[in-house]
């Protein structure tokens, strides 16, 4: 049996790989190395390969999958099976919100076909961890930290639309606090300005911790689409004028 060439690829372009030989039993051959792909390339003549893909870990402080992204993993890389139609609305299922985080981490040079079959056996499996390869070249993503990151912050979620409502009869249906008149996206704007949590609970005396806490998460899972509102005041007639003439010295 031939030897291997484990190869781990990196978070970004901007880290180095990491790669070791190992023999039939496992046994390495040699110290792991790191660097471009390109030294790793002479190693794998005659051994058969393996790439590890890691599943990313994703803070909230992080940048989100850009809505382009998400559509088109949806439209050309997802499982139908993984999709709730409701109301013509796309709905999307945990294991569905996985893969798209995953097919936005995974290296660019990563082909459509192993992602799509990577997402189609983490649909049918509940391990997370997911093999594709043939005799000599093998791809393993290992999905378990970004599911378990991902059930983090379903729950978080979770746990801060209980405090919010968008009820019609309330502020339009925009969201609010429940049993409050208080606006969430006013509130999260307010933070974003810099305006401190203390000062807000001194204006607001109504206004939680949980709430302030509740409205950083709402406004990242629901931002606001295209551009803001104009005033309904902008191009309305003045109701009366004065003219005053200016004093002279």
């Known amino acids: 049996m031939a030897d291997w060439l484990l190869i781990r690829l990196p978070r970004t372009p901007e880290q180095p790989a990491t790669w070791l030989t190992v023999d039939p039993r496992g046994n390495p051959s040699g110290p792991p190395q790191s660097g471009p792909l390109s030294l790793a390339a002479p190693r794998s003549v005659g051994r058969r390969i393996c790439v590890l893909v890691p599943g990313t870990d994703v803070l909230l402080a992080e940048p989100e999958v850009p809505m382009k992204a998400v559509y088109k993993t949806v439209a050309e890389r997802l499982p139908k099976a993984s999709l709730i139609q409701r109301s013509g609305q796309t709905y999307l299922t945990v294991q569905a919100v996985i893969c798209v985080r995953l ?45 378990k990151t991902i059930t983090e912050r379903l729950q978080r979620y979770r746990r801060a639309m209980r405090l919010i409502v968008e009820d019609p009869a309330v502020q339009g249906g925009a969201a609010t606090f429940r049993g409050t008149r208080l606006l969430v996206h006013h509130i999260a704007g307010l933070l974003q300005q810099g305006v401190a949590e203390g000062e807000l609970r001194e204006d607001y005396p109504n206004l939680t911790q949980e709430m302030i806490e509740s409205a950083r998460i709402y406004v990242q899972a ?28």
């Open 222 to 249: 629901h931002p606001r689409r295209g551009r803001p509102r104009k005033p309904s005041w902008r191009n309305a007639k003045p109701l009366s004028s004065q003219l005053v003439r200016r004093r002279s010295a």
């Open 103 to 147: 097919d936005y981490e995974l290296p660019k040079d990563v082909p459509v076909k192993v992602r799509r079959f990577v997402f189609g056996k983490l649909k049918e499996s509940s391990s997370n961890r997911v093999e594709y390869g043939t005799a000599l070249f093998s791809y393993v993503v290992d999905a378990r930290p970004t599911a």
